[in-house]
C-alpha cells in the first residue's frame, strides 16, 4: 500500500509539473511587445513616469481591438532595427523599414520628411540646401540623392532636440526630418520663432510592420482589421490633431 501511495503521488507531481510548464510557455505568447522612437510627440515620457504620445494611444486603441496585452518600449532610433532583427520586440508603427528585418503591414497615415532652415534662410530649390550646415539623426535615411549627396555639411545627432538646440545658438542652418513632428518640438521647446519655412524632400508612410522573428505574426491580420476600422471611424485622425502628424 506505501508503495502505491509513494507511485500516485510521484504520478501527480509529474502532472502538476507538466501543466506548469504547459502554462509558462503559452503565457508569453498572449502577450505583444511593440517598440518605437523616444521621440515626442510619437512616444516619450512624461513628469509623472508616464508614457505618452500618439504612438501610446495608437497601439493602446490596437490593443483594446484585438483583446491582447501590448507591452511598448521606447528607445533611440538607432536601437530599433537591432531589437526587430533579434525578435525580442514584436512589432512597431514606424517609418518603413528593411524589408530583411520586417513583415509589413497597415499604413496608419503619411507625412512629409524634408529641411526646415534657420529663420532667416530661404530654401526655393534642392541646390539651397548644399550650402547648408544640418543636424540629422544618426542611422535615419531620407531620399537616395539627399542620402548620398556629399555637398551636404551633415551633423549626426541622436535626436530632433539636440539639433533644434543647435540651430537655436546659431551652430547650424538647419534639421532634417519629420516636419510634422519638428514643428511640435520646437513649439514646445520655444524655437519655433527662430524656424523658417519648411522645405518637403519626399513624403513617407507610418505603418504597422512586425519582425520577421516574432513568434506572434499571426496576429498581424487582427491588428490590419484594427487599424482599417480605427481610420474609417475618425480615430486615427483624431490623434493625428493632436500630436501634428
Not at 537591432?82 to 497615415?109: A, N
Not at 540651430?167 to 516636419?179: C, E, N, Q, T
Request: net charge negative.
Amino acid at each position: 500500500m506505501p508503495r502505491l501511495i509513494k507511485k500516485f503521488h510521484q504520478h501527480l507531481v509529474g502532472l502538476l509539473l507538466a501543466l506548469m510548464a504547459l502554462t509558462s510557455t503559452a503565457a508569453p505568447a498572449n502577450k505583444l511587445s511593440f517598440i518605437t522612437i523616444d521621440v515626442a510627440p510619437w512616444a516619450s515620457v512624461n513628469e509623472a513616469g508616464e508614457m505618452e504620445g500618439a504612438f501610446i494611444e495608437l497601439v493602446n486603441e490596437i490593443a483594446q481591438r484585438i483583446n491582447r496585452k501590448i507591452d511598448i518600449t521606447i528607445t533611440p532610433f538607432a536601437r530599433v532595427d537591432r531589437e526587430l532583427e533579434t525578435g525580442s520586440h514584436d512589432c512597431t508603427i514606424l517609418v518603413p523599414r528593411p524589408d530583411t528585418l520586417v513583415v509589413k503591414g497597415d499604413v496608419i497615415s503619411y507625412h512629409p520628411m524634408g529641411v526646415i532652415p534657420r529663420k532667416g534662410t530661404e530654401i526655393t530649390v534642392y541646390e539651397d540646401i548644399q550650402a547648408l550646415r544640418l543636424s540629422v539623426i544618426r542611422g535615419a535615411t531620407m531620399t537616395p540623392r539627399f542620402d548620398e549627396d556629399t555637398k551636404i555639411y551633415k551633423e549626426y545627432d541622436t535626436d530632433y532636440l539636440i539639433g533644434l538646440r543647435k540651430i537655436a545658438r546659431g551652430r547650424l542652418d538647419g534639421i532634417v526630418g519629420a516636419i510634422p513632428t519638428l514643428l511640435y518640438l520646437a513649439e514646445q521647446e520655444g524655437v519655433a520663432d527662430q524656424l523658417g519655412e519648411p522645405f518637403p524632400l519626399t513624403e513617407i508612410p507610418l505603418l504597422f510592420q512586425c519582425s520577421k522573428n516574432s513568434p506572434n505574426l499571426d496576429i498581424m491580420p487582427q491588428v490590419n482589421a484594427a487599424i482599417a476600422a480605427m481610420k474609417a471611424e475618425g480615430v486615427v485622425k483624431h490623434i493625428q490633431s493632436r500630436y501634428y502628424f
